[in-house]
């Protein structure tokens, strides 16, 4: 992906099955991972944090259309996932929104607002079910 244009951090792994559908848009971060069967359709920008993590089957959608507009542009708009955070398996990250620092997105949630820093988000769309504390 690196020949590509994909800029790729230390110790990142992307599963061989994962979809970038255009690697010069994707920063992966250090220790950073996309598994198995993930669709990273960044047609705007999709920044992914050191030590985050996009699960089996999670979407992260950068492209929309402008509804508003009778022609239906495109419109190419950023994702960035925080360090540390954490999309599960299945879930959809739609265009133009952030996922934090530490944040989880749970299995299968719909994320079309922004996700707070250390937030636990679920459901279809996404609310915060509980702050994620270390220990």
């Known amino acids: 992906m690196r020949s590509f244009g994909a800029r790729i951090g230390r110790d990142a792994h992307v599963y ?9 848009m994707l920063t992966l971060g250090e220790q950073a991972s996309i598994g198995e069967w993930a669709l990273i359709y960044n047609l705007g920008p999709v920044t992914i944090g050191d030590r985050a993590t996009v699960s089996h089957r999670a979407h992260l959608c950068a492209g929309t259309h402008d509804y508003r507009d009778r022609t239906l542009p495109l419109l190419r708009l950023p994702i960035e996932i925080g360090a540390q955070a954490w999309v599960c398996a299945d879930a959809f990250v739609g265009p133009g929104r952030r996922v934090g620092e530490g944040a989880i997105v749970g299995a299968a949630a ?26």
């Open 110 to 135: 719909v994320v079309v607002s922004d996700v707070p820093d250390w937030q636990i988000v679920a459901g279809n769309p996404a609310q915060i079910i509980k702050q994620r504390m270390l220990r």
């Open 16 to 24: 061989p099955s994962a979809r970038i559908y255009l690697p010069w």
